[in-house]
């Protein structure tokens, strides 16, 4: 990994001496606006909501690409150093980021939002708790509205000639992820039963820790497995039946099968449920947003509590 990473900076020093052909494939500076590099999804679309024209805004990870599979490349690398302002997570799947960091000017500002929300680690289909800090911080409204305030921040400090456009958004943009929440603890409030199914792995710890869910999956967090045991497909094939849970969610980016399995030998259906790591392109295309996103799981999360 450290190979990987000397090789990088090696091609970013020889690009950054180069001629105009490394630029066309970098972010360009204009005059009065911030260059802002996000590295997934929801970031860079709260950064957008709370920018506006004001600034040029990259999203590291592109349209489509499966979000744990992402590796920067040289042109990313420029982007991040002339960035004024570099947003990313933090924890396991972020190293990289980390090594990035480590060597940028002082000038480049850098937003860890890891760091800004309570945390928690991973849970094992067991409920067991692991080692792991799970990194899908915005998967809950609540620590959206937190992410977001702490984006509008850094952005105020760096535009004071557009602070007053700035806030205005910003307070905009948090009525609507506010909206949001209640949204969602209204439906949980009223529902009529308290557990959700996930044939998949299972990135929304925040969220149901936000809104007192209980849950099964057949994958911890992120997990890299592609199969659950047959232990867990039996564990869960009876908590559908016994429990008549009628749906069983599958994630963005998934193959569908393992709920597909579970939907077989009962009256539940798949649904998709929005992860919001990454959108696809035609999401993307479009103009589908975080909250648009999420306003489609509000959907799904209160047809599978009732």
Same mark, same amino acid.
């Given at each position: ?90 924890? %396991? $799947?972020? %190293? ?9 000017? $002082? ?32 998967? $809950? ?33 948090? $009525? ?48 890299? %497995? ?81």
């Amino acid at each position: 990994m450290k190979k990987l990473f000397a090789s990088f900076f090696v091609i970013l020093i020889i690009l950054s001496l180069a001629s105009c052909n490394s630029k066309d494939k970098t972010m360009s500076k204009e005059e009065g606006k911030l260059n802002i590099v996000a590295t997934i999804f929801p970031y860079y679309d709260f950064v957008r909501n709370l920018t506006g024209d004001k600034a040029n805004v990259k999203m590291l990870l592109s349209p489509g690409v499966e979000p744990h599979h992402y590796e920067p490349s040289p042109s990313d690398i420029i982007d991040i150093n002339n960035a004024d302002l570099f947003i990313y997570t933090g924890g %396991e $799947s972020d %190293e990289w980021a980390e090594t990035i960091v480590e060597s940028l000017d $002082s000038d480049v500002r850098v937003l860890k939002l890891i760091d800004t929300v309570k945390t928690y680690n991973e849970e094992e289909t067991d409920k067991t708790v692991g080692d792991e800090t799970d990194e899908h911080i915005w998967t $809950s409204p609540r620590n959206a509205v937190e992410i977001t305030k702490n984006i509008s921040r850094e952005i105020n400090l760096l535009d004071e000639n557009n602070r007053d456009y700035f806030k205005e958004n910003s307070k905009k943009y948090l $009525s609507q992820l506010t909206e949001l929440d209640n949204e969602f603890k209204n439906i949980t409030k009223n529902a009529k039963r308290n557990k959700i199914v996930f044939g998949d792995r299972f990135p929304i710890l925040y969220f149901v820790k936000e809104y007192n869910l209980d849950y099964e999956c057949a994958f911890p967090g992120c997990s890299s %497995e592609t199969e659950p045991g047959i232990a867990t497909v039996n564990h869960l094939i009876d908590t559908v039946k016994e429990e008549k849970i009628p749906v069983i969610f599958y994630l963005d980016f998934s193959n569908q099968a393992v709920a597909n399995l579970l939907c077989e030998d009962s009256n539940a259906k798949p649904m998709l449920y929005h992860s919001c790591h990454n959108i696809t392109q035609e999401d993307y295309n479009n103009g589908e947003t975080y909250i648009s996103l999420m306003k489609e799981n509000a959907k799904a999360i209160k047809e599978a509590l009732n």
